[in-house]
Every structure is written in C-alpha cells, then in structure tokens.
C-alpha cells in the first residue's frame, strides 16, 4: 500500500466497544523496548500465537524507526505539556482488528516510500500500513487482522 493512502474504512480513534491502551514516551530509539514490550503483551491478549507476536513486536519497532527517521522534532508543544515530539502509540483491539497507531508532532515529515525497505517489512508482517499527516502530527498505522477461530 502506498505510504500517502488511507484505505477506506480505517478509523484513527478507537471506537466505543473496543480495548485500547496508551503508551507515551519520548522520541529516542532507548525507549522503543517500552513499546515493543506493550506490543508483545497486547499481541498476547488479543490471542495471536506466538509467531505473531514476534511480528508485530517487529512491525512496531520498524514502523517506530520510520517514524522517526521520516519526521523532524516539533520542539514547541502547542499545549503547554512539554510533550513536544514524544512518540505515542495507541494499541486497539477489537473482535476483528489489532490496530497500532503510531503518531509524534513533527515539524517536518516525509513519507517513506513505499519500495523502502522498512516498508517493505512492514508490508510483509501486518495487513495494513497507513501514514498520514494531519496538521502536526503524523501518524502511522499497523492494522492486524485477527483469525477466525479467536
């Protein structure tokens, strides 16, 4: 999927009958583990088995590394939190979905194309990959569809 697309259907906010968990922490590859941590115990709730839970430990922790690659810290938080260019990741799950929305305020961004090799290993371990900017923010999305027998 190309990296400026969003396909139809794909919402980036969690819906009402859903689980999802929040994870805030700052944009430096020394605080991925956090991530890849919460990815593999949320993989592990969700039913995947453990081949799939080392995908998407791997998905993230690629996806993260484009992120950060292909964006340029926004130092000032509009907000007044201090938060400014903090990587969040969303994890959230339903009956039929895995999703994982990653997002970081950035003053600059440039989508990664979509031969790029971190791409490319996205595309082979999860469903679905989005990046979009809105405004600020950029935003990608991992998108794991859950089998039929969990």
């Known amino acids: 999927m190309d990296p ?8 980036w ?3 009402a009958d859903t689980q999802a968990v929040l ?3 700052p944009a430096d590859a020394d605080y991925l583990a956090v991530i890849r941590s919460a990815s593999a115990h949320v993989a592990t709730k969700a039913g995947c088995t453990l081949s799939e839970v ?15 690659r292909n964006t340029v810290r926004d130092e000032q938080a509009a907000d007044g939190t201090g938060s400014a260019g903090d ?5 959230i799950l339903d009956d039929a979905t895995l999703r994982m929305v990653l997002s970081r305020k ?4 440039a989508p990664p194309q979509n031969d790029e090799f971190g791409w490319t290993i996205l595309s082979a371990l999860v469903d679905d990959i989005l990046w979009r900017a809105d405004g600020p923010t950029v935003y990608v999305e991992l998108v794991k569809r859950r089998g039929a027998g969990r």
């Open 106 to 109: 950035a003053r600059n961004a």
């Open 87 to 91: 990587l969040f990741c969303r994890f």
């Open 4 to 11: 400026g697309t969003q396909s139809e259907g794909t919402s």
């Open 23 to 25: 994870i805030q922490v």
């Open 13 to 15: 906010a969690a819906e």
């Open 54 to 68: 080392a995908d998407l430990r791997l998905a993230v922790d690629e996806a993260c590394g484009l992120l950060l």
